[in-house]
């Protein structure tokens, strides 16, 4: 069972938007600003397409967006493509008096 | 660039030490704020953070794992090794090494390795 709690699965139409949601607590996604999403297609490494909770990376598309309230964190896809079909993770720093991050389980994007 | 790669056994034996090594270019370990982790992900499951090692040398372990890891650098090669003991067909999964931030962003990933655990 992962740390922080996701929804197994997503769908959307091409062009449409969708939102995944990732629930922690305020030792992980509430209490640090360093929330990370990753892209990981099947058979690939996962790919870094948010970080700090909103930050976007060079070359990753304004399509993704990340945001968080309290102790949910969201990524949001607008303007669904096909090639957004993937897993996404989300990752939270969780380190208190040591180093720690926490996973996800995972969410299935559909692409319709 | 940034290019991380791991190597290491695709096979190991219950009760046997999984050895691995990460061999990265592109950044140096011995650059302050530097750092590589170690993550994997068994078939079909979430990603599982493992181990960190920074540019001064202090090491991180998982909770849950780290009576049975071990992380060091060679600074001079630009390769992190990750050692686990006491293999189980559970630990079965894609290592991957990768580069990671103070704050827990993982910013490159290597390709993964994967290590199977059966007799």
């Known amino acids: 069972q992962s740390a922080l709690t996701q929804p197994r699965s997503v769908s959307g139409s091409p062009g449409q938007s969708v939102t995944i949601s990732c629930t922690g607590t305020s030792s992980d996604v509430g209490g640090y600003n360093y929330v990370s999403w990753y892209q990981q297609h099947p058979g690939k490494a996962p790919k870094l397409m948010i970080y700090?909770?909103?930050k976007r990376p060079s070359g990753v598309p304004d399509r993704f967006s990340g945001s968080k309230s309290g102790n949910t964190a969201s990524l949001t896809i607008s303007g669904l493509q096909a090639e957004d079909e993937a897993d996404y993770y989300c990752c939270s720093y969780a380190g208190s008096y040591t180093f720690n991050v926490v996973f996800g389980g995972g969410t299935k994007l559909t692409v319709l | 660039q940034v290019t991380l790669r791991e190597s290491g056994p695709a096979l190991v034996k219950p009760t046997q030490t999984l050895t691995l090594t990460c061999t990265f270019s592109?950044?140096?370990?011995?650059?302050?704020?530097?750092?590589v982790s170690w993550i994997r992900q068994p078939p079909g499951k979430a990603l599982e953070w493992l181990a960190l090692i920074d540019w001064d040398d202090d090491k991180y372990y998982s909770t849950s794992l780290k009576t049975r890891l071990t992380i060091s650098k060679d600074t001079s090669k630009n390769q992190v090794v990750l050692t686990m003991t006491n293999m189980d067909p559970v630990d079965t999964a894609t290592y991957y090494c990768a580069r990671i931030r103070q704050t827990g962003t993982i910013d490159y990933w290597g390709q993964g390795t994967l290590v199977t655990v059966s007799s």
């Open positions: 592109g950044f140096s370990l011995s650059t302050s704020g530097m750092c």
């Open positions: 700090d909770v909103s």
